[in-house]
Nanobody
């Protein structure tokens, strides 16, 4: 009942910038936490940044000062602005949303993942 569409990945040179977007649609009553994860080849998926419904944010240490997470509640969309990109930021990036899904006469809280978008930082 809920679909997520990610966009914004690509190839960028070191020091460059990219902006990722993740838009949710469907039977959404509300969205609590929104987050971005990444998974590099041969490594475990890790949390990059997260934002609560109230706008509080947290970041993994390696991206602090370079990445900014934000959300547009009216559009059910979360963004990740990535600046000063480094080769070690290369990974597939996934959005994750904690959604309160509405059904006829009831609600259910569910966790959704985006399809992933490739970010490659290379000269």
């Amino acid at each position: 009942q809920v679909q997520l569409v990610e966009s914004g990945g690509g190839l960028v040179q070191p020091g460059g910038s990219l902006r990722l977007s993740c838009a949710a649609s469907g039977s959404i009553f509300s969205i609590a936490a929104m987050g971005w994860y990444r998974q590099a080849p041969g490594k475990q998926r890790e949390l990059v940044a997260a934002i609560t419904s109230g706008g509080s944010t947290n970041y993994t240490d390696s991206v602090k000062g370079r990445f900014t997470i934000s959300r547009d509640n009216a559009k059910n969309t979360v963004y990740l602005q990535m600046n000063s990109l480094k080769p070690e930021d290369t990974a597939v990036y996934y959005c994750n949303l904690d959604v309160l899904v509405k059904y006829t006469g009831s609600y259910s809280r569910k966790d959704y993942w985006g399809q992933g978008t490739q970010v490659t930082v290379s000269s």
